[in-house]
């Protein structure tokens, strides 16, 4: 073959050359229609498919950067509390590893995080889960960093708004992770009997202990469309009863027929709805709902 490649390969050589490779992640398809979506098109349009408007999930920082008032100095909250193994465990791995592997993949302590701003002029407190960070399961720091969140918005007297992202409760924290369901509804109590509005919005997935706990007690429970929201998944769900589901049962669309949740709001919207839905609850004077 010497002589073959004698002729040839100065051509082959220059086609190959010529070729440029497509960098990795400038595409994406939809998890919904499989439409074939330019990255940066989908994170201006905040995640949400402009073909079939399917909600794709989005990190914390971001649904926080979307919603604040971009030049609204904020104050984020509890940083400082990291979390510890204090079990001792270790399944197929040790939780302490989980937590580095955690922490190195989405630069985050754990998953909770929490800020002071406004939003259209608006002040509030925002908790909003990290799914990435272990399924944004609920351990001790997401209980505490969450509690901080409300006494913030007790001391400077504005609303408190949680945004689920939750598998549920961390298991590698055996009862203290089921005991944040206790504290995070205590802190809530506090919350409505100072008169302060609380406001829950639903994204998928909302399950487990927090949707047992504080995200279906707000004053107005908000989901993102087509968001799965229950508390044990459906398969489980069916294996128990012996009994096929609806169609769409623990979805946002489904919750609200049966009167579960309040509104769905596509998630370009709500950093306008939201503040009229703020002052309604103060009774301040609001623009049109």
Request: charged share 25%.
């Amino acid at each position: 073959m010497s002589w073959l490649q004698n002729l040839i390969p100065p051509r082959i050589k220059n086609e190959k050359a010529g070729k440029r490779a497509i960098p990795e992640g400038l595409w994406t398809k939809c998890q919904s229609c499989e439409a074939v979506l330019y990255q940066m098109d989908l994170d201006n349009n905040q995640s949400v498919c402009p073909k079939c408007g399917y909600h794709h999930r989005l990190r914390a920082r971001k649904r926080l950067d979307h919603l604040f008032d971009k030049e609204e100095e904020r104050e984020e909250i509890g940083s400082d509390v990291t979390p510890i193994d204090t079990l001792k465990f270790k399944d197929s791995k040790r939780y302490t590893d989980r937590l580095e592997a955690a922490q190195r993949e989405t630069q985050e302590k754990d998953a909770l995080i929490v800020q002071r701003g406004a939003i259209q002029g608006v002040p509030l407190v925002i908790a909003a889960f990290e799914f990435d960070f272990m399924g944004g399961s609920m351990g001790s720091v997401v209980g505490e960093r969450f509690a901080r969140g409300v006494y913030a918005a007790l001391r400077h007297r504005i609303p408190f708004m949680s945004i689920a992202a939750s598998g549920g409760a961390r298991m590698q924290e055996g009862l203290f992770s089921l005991m944040q369901m206790a504290k995070t509804t205590s802190v809530l109590n506090e919350l409505a009997e100072a008169k302060l509005p609380y406001i829950s919005l639903l994204t998928d997935p909302t399950m487990g202990g927090v949707s047992a706990s504080f995200a279906f007690i707000g004053d107005i429970v908000i989901a993102e469309p087509g968001a799965l929201i229950g508390f044990a998944g459906p398969r489980v769900i069916e294996q128990t009863v012996q009994e096929k589901l609806p169609e769409g049962f623990q979805r946002a669309e489904f919750l609200l027929k049966t009167g579960a949740i309040d509104a769905i709001i596509d998630r370009r919207h709500l950093r306008d709805r939201l503040p009229n839905f703020l002052k309604m609850l103060q009774r301040h004077p609001t623009n049109e709902l």
